[in-house]
């Protein structure tokens, strides 16, 4: 089972409305669950999907290969993949991941337009929760 917040889920998807009719592709990242509010069922050390980091688009190599090489590849545990003109797959443009999140259009949060796969493309179950880390100051 994969676990994305739902707050993720609605960014990656504005994101890749907004990206459309060119493809997105970014880094995501999880934290524990014990870390946050509203995951209480979960088991304290379930990783869940809760942070991006910001797509850049204008990168010569990230546009050929589709991968943030900027981002280290340790910061982040999965891929998110926008098809704006694709099936609701992984191709071997996106691979480079453990779990890889696609979405397409209609672009929204359901099974039909956002889905999880494994590296091979196997689609994996998903669960979207009602979960948010706890909130943080820039002071902090």
């Not at 209480?40 to 910001?54: C, H, M, Q």
């Not at 090489?69 to 453990?98: C, I, M, N, W, Y």
């Amino acid at each position: 089972m994969v676990y994305v917040t739902r707050a993720l889920v609605e960014v990656l998807v504005d994101l890749a409305s907004d990206a459309d009719p060119s493809p997105l592709t970014t880094g995501v990242s999880v934290t524990a669950a014990s870390e946050l509010e509203g995951a209480s069922a979960l088991p304290p050390e379930t990783p869940v999907f809760t942070d991006f980091f910001l797509p850049t688009t204008d990168n010569p190599v990230n546009a050929v290969f589709g991968v943030d090489l900027s981002t280290p590849a340790r910061q982040a545990q999965g891929r998110f993949v926008s098809h704006p003109v694709g099936e609701l797959e992984v191709t071997k443009r996106d691979d480079l991941a453990e779990v890889i999140f696609v979405a397409v259009p209609p672009w929204g949060p359901d099974e039909r337009s956002f889905a999880a796969f494994d590296r091979s493309g196997v689609r994996q179950p998903l669960e979207i929760i009602d979960a948010a880390p706890p909130g943080q100051s820039l002071t902090d």
